[in-house]
């Protein structure tokens, strides 16, 4: 089985731009969640996806969103861009939805650069 | 909020010995899980153990192993037989409803 992949692996972006990041989860896997990894605040949790719909979302602004495809594929928006949002994205799935229970698969992540 | 402490940033084993990382966890739920994943250089992270809160026995996964103390909120994991490829920056996290990581750990082996 194909593991998770992360498109773009890198993007430079300047601030004020909007991104958008994509996320193919291990086929079968309904579920999608997507973290941000930064030297400052570490690994946090963005949101989950569910069939289609965002089930859970973490404490970022509502610059950050989401979405899911019938296929489970999923893309995550990042508008207006700031220098802090400059991180490694990473997109994790999971067959159900990643309450502990399933397994998370991580993607390579995705680097993103804002100056 | 559920937090997840790392107190150790950095440590360091000499190969083929042993070593414990540490991690402790705040919550107020019973039902939970606890992982351990590893992200080497090439950062893509990888599940090393499981550990599920309703489970008394402490998880184990050929040389990785925890110490599960559910009263004292803490998870540790034991590295046994340390080899080169287990250098890598590790995360404790814990999951109720959302993944919490902890700071992270890098460790260090040497030859």
């Known amino acids: 089985k194909a593991g998770v992949t992360q498109t773009p692996r890198y993007l430079i972006k300047t601030r004020g731009q909007q991104v958008t990041l994509s996320c193919s989860p291990i086929?079968?896997?309904?579920?999608v969640s997507w973290y941000q990894q930064t030297p400052g605040q570490g690994l946090q949790f963005l949101f989950e996806?569910?069939?289609?719909?965002?089930?859970n979302k973490g404490n970022f602004p509502g610059r950050f969103s989401g979405r899911q495809f019938s296929n489970s594929r999923s893309e995550m928006n990042v508008s207006t861009l700031e220098l802090g949002d400059s991180a490694l994205y990473l997109c994790a799935s999971s067959w159900g939805l990643a309450g502990g229970r399933y397994e998370q698969f991580f993607g390579p992540g995705t680097r993103l650069t804002v100056l | 909020a559920q937090t997840v402490t790392q107190s150790q940033p950095e440590m360091s084993v000499q190969e083929a010995e042993t070593v414990t990382l540490s991690c402790t966890y705040d919550?107020?739920?019973?039902?939970?899980?606890l992982f351990w994943y590893k992200q080497p250089p090439s950062r893509q992270m990888i599940l090393v153990i499981r550990q599920e809160a309703y489970k008394q026995q402490n998880a184990t996964e050929n040389r990785f192993s925890v110490n599960f103390q559910k009263a004292a909120k803490s998870f540790s994991l034991k590295i046994s037989d340390s080899q080169l490829g287990d250098a890598a920056m590790y995360f404790c996290?814990?999951?109720?409803?959302?993944?919490?990581f902890g700071a992270g750990t890098r460790l260090t082996v040497k030859p």
């Open positions: 996290a814990y999951n109720n409803n959302d993944m919490r």
């Open positions: 086929s079968g896997h309904r579920s």
């Open positions: 919550t107020s739920e019973s039902d939970y899980y």
């Open positions: 996806y569910f069939s289609e719909t965002q089930r």
